[in-house]
């Protein structure tokens, strides 16, 4: 078996150990190499090896835009998300859970930030799709600067429900992409993201953190981030690609490339799950939503839904298909045996003809105008009250004027109150009468509503009664206009001042005020000469 370096070629290796790739497991192998580079060399080697890393990323990124994209389909058998993520009774539809993981309505809580936790979610059903995409939401949380231990993504042949490796089994058969939180190795090299694979017989590293097994590895902070954490896991065309939002964005489409497997060969039919663990620190590890597409190549049809249902399914369905089409044939010879003056009547037609169409908006019209004179004759009240007080406050300063006159004082406002008056009372008088010709209006549209809903048809008599409505409403709007002219042609008229007030005597003269203050200061002087007589004669006893 030929096993290639990893790395650009022509170019020694001054690391510690050098690594290989197997194109036939895909599998990580090392091998020890004695040290001895001298510094230039290795900063040669280190910007030759990124130069050649990026030119790659380039050429990669330029064949995936020249291809086309492949054709997507939305497996929500094999997905989660919220809100109503779990049901009434704590599980979560199509997928199991085990350990400490927590359903609730929009999240999976894998493990709570307590120590020595594990928990995991794994879909109930095998998925069998030559090529997916899974993006999952998830969300790393907890108090201290560094967490532990981290989060992981499985597709395996079979259910890892618990186990060391970040809470599943370990010897899986399968991928695994790593969200590892916890230096364990002491490199400083945490958190990162790494994309494991295993035949079944590989044991995790625990203590170099899975370096020395990675096919591909980033360094990405997920921890504490203001947005939730996206990564998305692309296999297609024997090649795994993990994109990741950094959640600094609510921007869903932020994605940046993380790291890249070609010529992974995974197996065809296995289980998606997600588990995570804590150890002697601890975090909040919360998956928000797991989405899982099938991937189609362009040009070809993907298989119906129906290839997809196993056969026993399928016979159920059928099955209970059957019984139910039973059941309605036997209730239906039942109502006909109960009431067989139906049979033979024809269906009535569920929609409205142009007739009841037209029948409905008249009605409507006629509701919309009843509502609209009701408004108009409540404000028509309210005006009506506002010009009573203004007639009663006029008519209070008419008399007392007269009152005035005939004590023999002569006011020159008299003739512009009667004047007002008089408006006043003309503006009252057509008032009232636009009052009654609403309450009028009112009765009529009642009785043509009534008359409408009795008949159930549309007749000339009715047109008539819209046209007289209607030439109605126009005079009531020129006589409201005529009014308000005629106020604003007098508006001198309306302003009546309120009569002067006398001048208020002084309450206090200055003689009496001299004389007060006189009076007050002997009796201050008496009250003194009193108290200092008073102490003298006290000082006679000591």
């Not at 929500?76 to 109503?84: A, I």
């Not at 967490?147 to 395996?156: E, H, K, M, R, S």
């Not at 899975?210 to 360094?219: E, I, N, R, V, Y």
């Not at 169409?357 to 028509?380: P, S």
Request: charge should be negative; proline fraction near 6%; glycine fraction near 6%.
């Amino acid at each position: 078996m030929r096993k290639r370096p990893v790395g650009p070629p022509g170019f020694p290796s001054c690391s510690g150990t050098e690594r290989y790739v197997s194109s036939d497991t895909n599998m990580a192998e090392s091998s020890a190499r004695p040290p001895g580079c001298s510094a230039p060399a290795l900063i040669l080697t280190f910007l030759t090896t990124l130069l050649f890393q990026r030119s790659l990323a380039d050429l990669a990124a330029g064949a995936s835009a020249t291809e086309e994209a492949p054709h997507r389909r939305f497996e929500y058998k094999y997905s989660f998300k919220g809100p109503h993520l779990a049901q009434s009774d704590g599980s979560i539809p199509f997928w199991i859970h085990t350990g400490n993981a927590i359903p609730s309505a929009d999240q999976v809580r894998i493990t709570p930030s307590l120590r020595s936790q594990k928990g995991s979610v794994w879909t109930k059903n095998p998925v069998n799709f030559e090529h997916w995409e899974a993006e999952v939401t998830f969300r790393v949380s907890g108090r201290g600067r560094m967490g532990a231990d981290g989060l992981a993504v499985w597709f395996t042949t079979s259910q890892g429900l618990d186990g060391p490796v970040y809470g599943a089994a370990d010897h899986w058969n399968g991928v695994g992409i790593f969200f590892d939180s916890f230096d364990n190795d002491g490199k400083k090299n945490n958190p990162a993201i790494l994309v494991v694979g295993n035949n079944g017989n590989l044991v995790y590293d625990h203590q170099n953190d899975g370096t020395t097994q990675a096919l591909g590895t980033c360094l990405r902070d997920f921890r504490n981030k203001p947005y939730p954490v996206r990564a998305k896991i692309i296999y297609y065309k024997k090649t795994l690609t993990v994109m990741i939002n950094n959640g600094f964005t609510p921007d869903k489409d932020d994605y940046e490339f993380c790291t890249k497997i070609e010529n992974m060969v995974i197996p065809t039919e296995g289980f998606f799950g997600i588990s995570a663990a804590t150890g002697g620190l601890a975090d909040d590890h919360d998956v928000l939503s797991f989405l899982l597409f099938r991937l189609t190549e362009p040009g070809q049809q993907p298989p119906p839904p129906e290839s997809e249902i196993p056969k026993e399914e399928k016979d159920k369905y059928q099955e209970e298909f059957q019984n139910f089409q039973q059941e309605l044939d036997k209730k239906k010879e039942e109502f006909q045996k109960e009431h067989p003056d139906v049979q033979g009547e024809p269906i009535e037609d569920l929609y409205e003809t142009v007739n009841d169409r037209e029948i409905r908006q008249v009605f409507e019209g006629q509701n919309r105008i009843h509502l609209e004179i009701k408004q108009l004759h409540r404000q028509l009240a309210m005006i009506l009250d506002e010009q009573r007080r203004y007639v009663s406050v006029i008519t209070d300063e008419v008399a007392k004027k007269g009152t005035n006159i005939e004590s023999g004082q002569v006011d020159s406002a008299s003739p512009q109150l009667s004047s007002v008056l008089t408006t006043q009372q003309e503006v009252l008088r057509n008032l009232n009468e636009l009052k009654n010709s609403f309450h009028d209006s009112l009765k009529q549209i009642s009785s043509n509503q009534l008359q409408g809903n009795a008949a159930g048809i549309g007749t000339y008599e009715t047109v008539q009664h819209f046209n007289e409505i209607k030439e109605h409403l126009h005079t009531v709007k020129r006589d409201v206009d005529h009014l308000v002219q005629r106020s604003a042609q007098n508006p001198a008229e309306k302003i009546v001042k309120c009569p002067d007030l006398p001048p208020v005597p002084s309450c206090l003269s200055t003689v009496h005020f001299v004389i007060f203050i006189v009076i007050q200061s002997v009796l201050f002087f008496c009250y003194i000469m009193y108290k200092s007589q008073q102490e003298a004669a006290a000082k006679k006893f000591f």
